[in-house]
């Protein structure tokens, strides 16, 4: 037996492998966490477009000649020309008694590949408030838009 060729033997050692697979998963898990990140950002971003939406379409059911002004239920959505995003529908409610409503972390709801959001109207005359959640900041996460001359005050109310 050749002594000389056992020392001469090329390959990695465990050491080396260990170092290579503890890389690997770090940057693993900085690619998952920068994903999530992404995720909610376009989350974030495409809830308020939405809101957006529904916020135009109720200023074009205000202006219309026929209008009695902002709508106050789901079905006032469809009297204008302008229509709703695509599979995006509206929860509309009033009074103070469905503020706990309001604070729910879900919004909007999303069932068979509709999302509902909840829409405060604040009266025909005045306007109304589109709420949504922010997945993508830490604090403050529930947002809001606003058509007509809703104010709102600091309990997202009208």
Do not use: H
């Not at 950002?41 to 202006?63: L, P």
Request: hydrophobic residues 40%.
């Amino acid at each position: 037996m050749n002594l000389q060729n056992k020392t001469n033997q090329k390959g990695f050692t465990i050491v080396e492998l260990l170092i290579v697979i503890v890389v690997i998963g770090i940057l693993a898990a900085i690619s998952i966490v920068a994903y999530n990140g992404i995720q909610n950002r376009a989350k974030a971003s495409q809830r308020q477009a939405d809101a957006n939406g529904i916020v135009k379409v109720a200023e074009a059911v205000n202006a219309r000649a026929d209008s009695t002004g902002y709508p106050t239920s789901a079905a006032d959505f469809a009297l204008g020309d302008a229509k709703l995003p695509a599979n995006v529908a509206v929860n509309v409610v009033t009074g103070a008694s469905t503020a706990t409503t309001l604070s729910s972390t879900t919004g909007p709801t999303e069932s068979g590949g509709t999302k509902t959001y909840i829409v405060r109207s604040c009266g025909a005359n005045v306007g109304l408030i589109v709420y949504y959640w922010d997945p993508s900041v830490s604090s403050g996460n529930q947002k809001t838009v606003a058509a007509g001359s809703a104010v709102l005050n600091g309990s997202n109310q009208c």
